[in-house]
């Protein structure tokens, strides 16, 4: 039964709460973010298990999150059997909430991963060739993630990585430029720091930054230190320490 404490900080309405109950078993909670919780669930409607993705219609701070939501969807439908991308299984819309059911990929992230353990090289060449692969089918359809990171590369049963978290995701016109400083700093490319127009190249230098990490086992710049990361990634680099 999911209960109100475990979606904080976004509880949803009682009404949408009851009927989410009859339709899921919540197993336990995977992940949450500003604005929503994941949970592993057994869903009826599907029959097995799935990651359970909780959107309330409006945050905390008023916000109407439906927008971000329908262009989640709308992203993620257009990306439909492509390798190596998390694939919506249903939605479930109820009044004021939302719930996406995905793949359930019982691995966990390439970002846990690396925290507990070092990654053999031979994986890394794998895990880094597939998210390539799925980069390569996502810029085709002129589809920017912008928010890459090795928290958001699921590892399902069979060892496959999956691309996750298209809540900052955007369509960006063939040959054409976006704006918008989104997704962790240091996994930004310089474009973003600099406020400047970007195209999907800013996907593949968060792809180096991945590999990087999974590598060395350390990020190339102090997340938690924003202007020094735009200093260091701007006019010089670091003293690095590997594992």
Not at 157 to 169: P, Q
Request: net charge positive.
């Amino acid at each position: 039964m999911v209960n109100q404490r475990d979606l904080l900080p976004n509880p949803i309405a009682p009404r949408d709460l009851l009927e989410l109950q009859k339709d899921f078993r919540v197993v336990r909670k995977l992940d949450s973010g500003g604005f929503f919780t994941v949970f592993e669930a057994h869903s009826d409607y599907l029959g097995s298990v799935c990651a359970l993705k909780i959107i309330p219609h409006i945050d905390q701070t008023g916000t109407n999150k439906q927008p971000v939501i329908q262009n989640e969807l709308e992203i993620l439908n257009s990306l439909k059997r492509i390798p190596f991308i998390i694939q919506v299984l249903g939605v479930q819309v109820y009044f004021h909430t939302t719930c996406i059911m995905f793949e359930f990929c019982n691995q966990g992230d390439l970002g846990e991963m690396v925290r507990q353990s070092r990654i053999p090289e031979n994986l890394i060449k794998r895990y880094i060739l597939d998210i390539g692969t799925a980069l390569h089918h996502m810029h085709r359809r002129n589809i920017i993630h912008r928010d890459l990171k090795l928290d958001n590369i699921l590892v399902d049963h069979m060892g496959n990585v999956k691309i996750t978290a298209f809540g900052l995701a955007t369509v960006c016109p063939f040959l054409g430029l976006t704006s918008g400083i989104v997704g962790s700093p240091w996994a930004r490319a310089p474009e973003m720091l600099t406020r400047a127009s970007y195209n999907n190249m800013v996907d593949w230098w968060s792809l180096g930054i991945m590999l990087f990490t999974m590598v060395t086992g350390t990020k190339p710049f102090e997340p938690s230190k924003y202007l020094l990361i735009r200093d260091n990634l701007l006019s010089k680099f670091t003293n690095w320490v590997f594992y």
